[in-house]
């Protein structure tokens, strides 16, 4: 069971170049997040996925495309990469809870991006 | 709106020391309280987690109390080890949303 995944799992771009980072999940998970990690900061969301199908932005959402591809999979996309968005990226998928809302996080080994 | 405050680190403490870290939180309603660590070169894992108040979580030694009266969430262990040496985030999603938030993160040493 190999739980989430993201690939890269270390990229270096340049201001400009664009790249989408890649997540899937095998658990059957509806919703899928994708965040970013900055020192001090904590963790960002970006954009969430409720469902298949769906998409909406997060906290910090400028800069970034989604798209959620299938169930198992939500991608986020760089178009034109800034130094401000070196970072470390996590994706996460969360299964339901008794409360019929997203309960428990499954997170990802994380993909560490510089901007240059 | 929604947020998280997590007390700064490092915190650094002794094995077999008493450990708390202190989280409180700002939102709407009632909303389900987690706690989450991060091992070096890792994603966050689950560490334990409370959907109403006064509920406890606790897992693996670790403990923490839902208190709506103080908007409260602190971690708590009697005797850490070195393995627990991590980073600690508190997190909320809000009762009614599909989002969560996340504190900044308490790195926690602990040395032999």
């Known amino acids: 069971n190999a739980g989430v995944t993201q690939t890269p799992k270390f990229q270096v771009l340049k201001t400009g170049q664009s790249m989408t980072l890649q997540c899937a999940q095998d658990?059957?998970?509806?919703?899928m997040y994708w965040y970013r990690q900055d020192p001090g900061m904590g963790l960002r969301l970006i954009y969430y996925s409720a469902s298949e199908g769906t998409t909406d932005k997060g906290e910090v959402p400028n800069g970034y495309n989604v798209s959620r591809l299938n169930k198992r999979e939500f991608s986020l996309r760089l178009e034109s990469a800034a130094p401000s968005q070196t970072s470390v990226y996590f994706c996460?998928?969360?299964?339901?809870?008794?409360?019929?809302?997203?309960?428990?996080?499954?997170f990802g080994p994380g993909t560490r991006l510089t901007v240059l | 709106g929604n947020s998280v405050t997590q007390m700064e680190g490092p915190v650094t403490l002794s094995e077999e020391a008493f450990l708390t870290i202190n989280c409180t939180y700002t939102?709407?309603?009632?909303?389900?309280l987690f706690w989450y660590v991060q091992y070096p070169g890792e994603g966050l894992q689950l560490l334990l987690k409370?959907?109403?108040?006064?509920d406890k979580g606790s897992n693996k030694g670790f403990e923490a109390t839902y208190r709506k009266e103080t908007t409260s969430f602190h971690l708590e262990k009697g005797s850490v080890q070195v393995s627990d040496s991590a980073v600690y985030f508190c997190a909320l999603r809000s009762e009614n949303f599909n989002k969560f938030y996340f504190g900044s993160g308490t790195k926690l040493n602990v040395k032999p």
């Open positions: 939102a709407t309603g009632y909303p389900s």
């Open positions: 996460a998928s969360s299964e339901y809870g008794g409360t019929g809302l997203p309960d428990t996080q499954y």
């Open positions: 658990m059957n998970h509806n919703s």
């Open positions: 409370a959907t109403k108040a006064d």
